[in-house]
């Protein structure tokens, strides 16, 4: 079974910077999982940020950026505001159309 | 603008089906550059991919349901639909449905979800 870890939980201050990461409990992640992350609020469904690693999504402020650091996916906030506040899940595709999701971390924003 | 809305029965008891229809508007759903989905997370927890399928009618199931799980698709209704077999009170959750973008390969269109309460 693939495991995709992810923080429980994270917190950052206003202003702040903040990588968030995606592992696999069994080797190393890189772009041929095709790393993508969403943000959800409450009551919200997931909104999509970054895909193919690297590469925002419509509308996804530039403070927010994808990459590879070392054996896992990353999510980084430059400048965290308020209202970054939320789930984060990144999710992988495992080939031959199956994918799973990161357990997510939650971003408290204090 | 592609859009997606769940529909179905919000109450299911226990061991019974869950079945659940997604309607596409704003574009096809015979479209080879989409696979479509289903997604769950339990109240308080995170997200489950549960199974997608392809408009021809391929289907790609998470193992830990396969045995349960059938998503179909009606190309004439531009509509895919998820049944669950023998639900379990665990199971309670907001099903979402989305499309699973191919080349580059992410969920890109969501619906807002459905609640689905497992329960006598």
């Known amino acids: 079974q693939t495991v995709v870890t992810q923080e429980p939980s994270f917190s950052v201050s206003p202003g702040g910077t903040v990588t968030l990461t995606c592992g696999l409990r069994?080797?190393?992640?890189?772009?041929?999982?095709?790393p993508s992350w969403y943000q959800q609020t409450p009551g919200q469904a997931p909104r999509p940020l970054i895909y193919?690693?690297?590469t925002r999504s419509s509308g996804v402020p530039d403070r927010f950026s994808g990459s590879i650091l070392g054996n896992k996916a990353a999510l980084t906030i430059t400048g965290a505001q308020a209202d970054d506040e939320s789930d984060y899940y990144c999710?992988?595709?495992?080939?031959?159309?199956?994918?799973?999701f990161g357990g997510g971390t939650k971003l408290t924003v204090l | 603008q592609l859009q997606l809305q769940e529909s179905g029965p919000g109450l299911v008891k226990p061991s019974e089906t869950l079945s659940l229809t997604c309607s596409v508007s704003?574009?096809?759903?015979?479209?080879?550059?989409?696979?479509w989905g289903w997604i769950r997370q339990p109240p308080g927890r995170g997200l489950e991919w549960i199974g997608s399928?392809?408009?021809?009618?391929?289907?790609f199931y998470n193992p830990s349901l396969k045995s349960r799980v059938t998503i179909s698709v009606d190309t004439s209704k531009n509509q895919f639909s998820l049944k669950l077999t023998s639900v379990t009170a665990a199971e309670t959750s907001i099903y979402y449905c989305?499309?699973?973008?191919?080349?580059?390969?992410?969920?890109?269109?969501w619906g807002k979800g459905t609640t689905v309460t497992v329960s006598s």
């Open positions: 704003g574009g096809s759903i015979s479209n080879n550059r989409s696979y």
């Open positions: 999710v992988l595709y495992m080939g031959s159309g199956f994918w799973v």
């Open positions: 193919s690693t690297n």
């Open positions: 399928i392809y408009y021809s009618g391929t289907t």
């Open positions: 069994s080797g190393s992640v890189s772009t041929n999982y095709y």
């Open positions: 989305a499309r699973h973008s191919r080349l580059p390969y992410y969920m890109d269109v």
